[in-house]
């Protein structure tokens, strides 16, 4: 596996570049200031490429063991979560006023008498969005990582069955970093990149084969793209 570095980032985001349609001149990854679109959507892409291209595919050797850890977990978290939803409104009440940094800075100036910070404190607290308040805060947050739980379980189901039906098991860094890719070109043109004809044809294809080699992958760029693609077909 390679080690980042700027050159490297460079050629894979030419790469991005590539499949996407975009300008290079048009578009540089390094400005700092009225940034177009697409170069925060670059860093991201970039950025992901370097976070599976590191990743631990150990992590899906024992496809069945995974699921039934995060199954469990995601059950767990499914009670926490409920009983947090049904805690009697006044305690819920209570739980974010107790969370709030505002509310104490109320009590303080309730306690201390100071008119200017009480008023101050009054105006947070009255302004603070639901959404920042510790119950409601909380069981979004827990949504979310239950989200993250069931694509990681599924993601693990995916291995699984393709160990099972092909005796092999999937390069997931190289197939991953194949979906960024293609999704980036996706999400630039709108539409999902074409894949056909021979191996190296299209930019789609070439544009994973750069990649892969940037990073120090070692795997053919057709098979990594085919699953890409379906992916994206899917979630079309």
Do not use: C
């Not at 980032?9 to 996407?20: C, F, G, P």
């Not at 999400?187 to 190296?200: K, L, M």
């Amino acid at each position: 596996m390679h080690e980042r570095t700027p050159e490297r980032d460079k050629n894979i985001e030419r790469a991005l570049r590539l499949v996407a349609g975009l300008s290079e001149s048009d578009y540089p990854i390094a400005a700092n200031s009225g940034r177009p679109k697409w170069t925060i959507e670059l860093n991201k892409a970039v950025n992901l490429v370097w976070v599976y291209a590191h990743g631990v595919s150990v992590f899906y050797s024992n496809s069945q063991k995974v699921e039934s850890g995060l199954e469990a977990l995601w059950e767990e978290l499914e009670s926490i979560r409920q009983r947090i939803r049904a805690l009697p409104s006044e305690v819920g009440s209570a739980i974010n006023r107790a969370a709030d940094l505002n509310q104490a800075k109320y009590d303080e100036a309730v306690e201390t008498g100071d008119i200017d910070a009480f008023m101050d404190a009054a105006r947070a607290i009255q302004n603070t969005p639901r959404e920042q308040w510790a119950r409601p805060a909380l069981l979004a947050s827990v949504e979310r990582f239950q989200e993250a739980v069931t694509h990681v379980i599924d993601k693990s189901n995916d291995a699984g069955e393709t160990v099972q039906s092909t005796g092999r098991r999937p390069n997931w860094a190289a197939r991953n970093i194949a979906f960024t890719v293609a999704s980036f070109a996706n999400s630039v043109t709108g539409e999902i990149p074409a894949h056909r004809g021979p191996y190296g044809t299209t930019p789609l294809e070439r544009s994973v084969a750069s990649v892969l080699r940037e990073v120090g992958i070692k795997s053919d760029a057709r098979r990594p793209t085919e699953w890409a693609l379906s992916k994206l077909q899917e979630n079309s």
